[in-house]
């Protein structure tokens, strides 16, 4: 089983490009996340989604985008790369909110 | 707005002996909370979560909603709980899963 699957699992960026992180899940689950892990610091919520064609905000946003146009896919688009979106990228995915979250391995992001 | 709160970062205690990981938590309705876990080189999974009442590898954890705690316990630490420890609430309008910023565990010999 495949579960949450996310690419790349590195990236070194410099200041001002744009990159995709990707996020595939085949567990057909409804709810997807994107969380960022910066050291020392909890998982924060970026976005999440709760069904193809829907998004929205959560608590960390700015200078990310999101879309969510198959219940598979969930990539999480960054433009204008800034030194502070330097972090750990997580996503995740669950069958509705009231159950386990599972995660993807995580993508390391650095921005130079 | 919710809110985790782990107030240790680093934890060490030595095998067989108590282990417990606080966690409280700021919501005023009725939260689910859970613990995850990240094991060395592995991806954040599930522990146990309060609405269960379950016991995972020895660990526990009660929900004190009149301490808006929970706190989880393992009675005797064996090194391969040697881990990432992270409290989540469940809580708001979307159901939006926030964490707390973890504690990681060290199970000495």
């Known amino acids: 089983n495949a579960g949450v699957t996310q690419t790349p699992k590195f990236r070194i960026l410099k200041i001002g490009q744009s990159m995709t992180l990707q996020c595939t899940q085949d567990m057909n689950h409804n709810y997807m996340y994107w969380y960022r892990q910066d050291p020392g610091m909890g998982l924060k919520l970026i976005y999440y989604s709760v069904g193809a064609g829907i998004t929205d905000k959560g608590e960390v946003p700015n200078g990310y985008n999101v879309s969510r146009s198959t219940t598979e896919d969930f990539p999480l688009r960054l433009e204008l790369a800034a030194p502070s979106q330097t972090s750990v990228y997580f996503c995740a995915s669950s069958p509705d909110s009231h159950t386990e979250a599972f995660f993807g391995q995580g993508t390391r992001l650095t921005v130079v | 707005a919710q809110r985790v709160t782990q107030p240790e970062k680093l934890l060490s205690v030595f095998k067989g002996a108590p282990v417990e990981l606080k966690c409280n938590y700021s919501y005023s309705g009725s939260p689910e909370l859970f613990w995850y876990v990240q094991y060395s080189r592995q991806r954040l999974q599930l522990l146990l979560r309060?609405?269960s009442r379950e016991s995972i590898k020895g660990f526990t954890a009660d929900l004190n909603k009149g301490e808006t705690s929970f706190h989880l316990k393992k009675p005797f630490a064996q090194e391969e709980d040697s881990a990432m420890y992270y409290c989540a609430l469940n809580a708001g309008s979307a159901r939006q899963l926030t964490f707390g910023s973890g504690t990681q565990l060290t199970v000495l010999p």
């Open positions: 309060h609405i």
